[in-house]
């Protein structure tokens, strides 16, 4: 992604930037007015919010982080100096295998002791060069920092775009994430919210590649029940739009064994078109050579072939060529269209994730809060009906409901290249592991919330080289290319992007980049607090004012103010963000 420059229509760059900044700063004051609302007794507290947006493992030859963001704010002089900061790590690469992989974007932070700090920053996630593993535009992210008469606040706003990961493993189309820490005399918050744009995953053409099955090396039959698997046949679907393209009558097929009985139809007619060709062009080598032309052919040869009675012979060549080139292009158009189908297919798309968490730390547990916040929109394997969007305050049942219908589609699809697949794919939905406020001994009070949106494995099989051992002798791909005017196979852009990536992974021959199996974790977001109360400490540490948004007064009006700020500069989604079901 070379020479890219994003930025906001219509809008000067500078009053762009103020009012990201001032969204930040908003987000901030809403923080400290919800704590100051909480806490009866005063006390010191740490808190921190932190997200990995996307996290990929590639068994143990890459780890590639993605956004990851992190603030922290004290004022508990037990854990060092009163600090606030923000820090932003756009892309980090880390191998154990091939030292060429272990690079990243460098971070950018804002931290400070007292005055308020602030930085605008961008990023070219391409920039590294290795767009194979992950590619994207990271938009102007603004992040800022504060320590005063009110505590220590962290916070940040970042926005991703056009996000590409591991050669057809993922896309995103858009993250919107804000982050904000507070560490107040009566209470310390951390919140984090993130709204991911549509994610398609999973596409068939690179997983199948990644394991050493490439799809033009898979039987036609495999083929075609992928493609009924798939749902891509029936009224409406892509083959009819294709078969409609290519000229091709008659009813389309709803299953994999009308499609087989259309292509041995299409078959058939080529092997006929060739025969009749190829007995015409033997006879004219014989009594006929040298003077085909306007001479007619006796009907003896000509009707056999499907020829008008007194058809010359140079008019029964034009004829019987024609009849040839059509039927190629009805059986090799079709065949072509099928596998680019496979190969382009993505098995998984997610209408959009929200997510969010909140710890509050205040001076008794019972006032402490643990919420996550999350919301899926619809999930859609493949071509086939969607599934439900759920969010956090589904039953467990709920949840469990939503991955088995998932989990069940892809499993259908993938045993149909072998009943060994069946399983590949491990899908987790909303891990909220670990959400909840405890005291400890020292008289600490903790409050931790965390959530992993959406958790893919992709786990090959023990049996995956006998797999890939019993291709066929003859895949799709020898048969395309066995057609006339069909010498070469049409572009596979899934089966291309792995390739890439594995090229990438390699130390000096390319290998099948899944092999060993992967892990995709998307939008990983945690927030953790702590309180101390404490009589000794009533006041936070005194350091010069800011130009925070402030009111003074009602605890009240300041969080309204702060809030309504927060939702002018971020803007509201369509999905309502619903609590986590135990605090």
């Not at 679907?237 to 009985?261: F, H, K």
């Not at 059509?326 to 297919?345: F, I, P, R, Y």
């Amino acid at each position: 992604m070379q020479n890219r420059t994003i930025k906001p229509l219509g809008v000067p760059v500078r009053i762009f930037r103020l009012a990201v900044l001032g969204t930040v700063l908003a987000m901030l004051a809403a923080l400290f007015s919800v704590g100051s609302a909480s806490a009866a007794t005063p006390g010191v507290g740490t808190a921190s919010a932190a997200t990995n947006l996307l996290q990929l493992d590639i068994a143990d030859i890459l780890t590639a982080k993605v956004m990851g963001d992190d603030t922290r704010s004290s004022i508990d002089k037990a854990v060092g100096t009163p600090e606030a900061a923000a820090v932003l790590k756009p892309l980090s690469l880390s191998s154990g295998t091939v030292a060429g992989l272990n690079k990243e974007i460098a971070p950018t932070e804002v931290r400070t002791q007292g005055t308020q700090k602030s930085a605008d920053y961008s990023a070219d996630l391409g920039a590294l060069g290795l767009t194979q593993i992950v590619d994207g535009s990271l938009t102007p992210a603004t992040l800022a920092a504060i320590v005063d008469n009110l505590g220590a606040r962290g916070g940040m706003v970042d926005n991703l775009s056009d996000l590409v990961v591991g050669g057809g493993l993922l896309t995103v189309d858009s993250v919107a994430a804000r982050l904000g820490s507070a560490a107040a005399p009566d209470a310390s918050t951390g919140s984090r919210t993130l709204s991911v744009g549509t994610i398609t995953g999973l596409n068939l053409g690179a997983i199948l590649d990644g394991l050493g099955l490439p799809v033009s090396d898979l039987s036609l039959a495999t083929i075609e029940g992928l493609v009924g698997q798939l749902g891509l046949l029936g009224t409406g679907n892509p083959v009819e739009d294709l078969l409609t393209n290519l000229g091709i009558p008659g009813a389309v097929p709803t299953d994999a064994a009308g499609l087989g009985s259309l292509v041995t139809s299409l078959q058939g007619a080529l092997t006929t078109a060739t025969t009749n060709l190829t007995s015409l062009q033997t006879t004219i080598a014989g009594p006929l050579a040298g003077v085909c032309g306007a001479v007619p052919l006796l009907d003896a040869v000509a009707l056999p072939l499907g020829l008008a009675s007194g058809t010359t012979c140079a008019a029964g060549l034009t004829t019987l060529t024609g009849n040839q080139t059509a039927a190629a292009g009805d059986v090799g158009g079709l065949l072509s269209g099928l596998l680019q189908m496979v190969d382009g297919t993505n098995l998984l798309t997610i209408d959009g994730i929200d997510a969010g968490v909140t710890s509050t730390a205040t001076d008794a547990v019972a006032t402490s809060v643990a919420k996550v916040t999350a919301a899926f929109g619809d999930i859609t394997v493949a071509n086939l009906a969607s599934v439900p969007g759920l969010d956090a305050a589904a039953s467990a049942a709920q949840v469990t409901g939503a991955v088995g219908s998932v989990t069940d589609q892809l499993d259908s699809i993938l045993g149909t290249v072998s009943p060994d697949l069946a399983g590949l794919i491990d899908l987790k939905l909303l891990d909220t592991s670990g959400t909840g406020v405890t005291k400890a001994a020292n008289g600490y009070v903790h409050s931790a919330a965390n959530l992993t949106a959406l958790d893919l494995g992709i786990n090959p099989p023990s049996t995956l080289s006998a797999i890939v051992a019993g291709l066929p002798a003859t895949g799709i791909g020898d048969v395309l290319t066995g057609i006339p005017g069909f010498a070469t196979l049409p572009a596979l852009p899934g089966t291309a992007s792995m390739d890439s990536l594995g090229s990438v992974l390699s130390v000096t021959t390319p290998i099948d980049a899944l092999v060993k199996g992967a892990r995709l974790r998307i939008a990983s977001v945690n927030g953790v607090s702590d309180f101390l109360p404490s009589a000794s400490a009533a006041a936070a540490p005194t350091t010069p004012t800011s130009n925070l948004p402030r009111t003074g007064g009602s605890t009240a009006g300041f969080a309204a103010a702060g809030i309504l700020m927060a939702m002018l500069g971020l803007g509201l989604r369509r999905r309502v963000l619903a609590p986590v079901r135990a605090d």
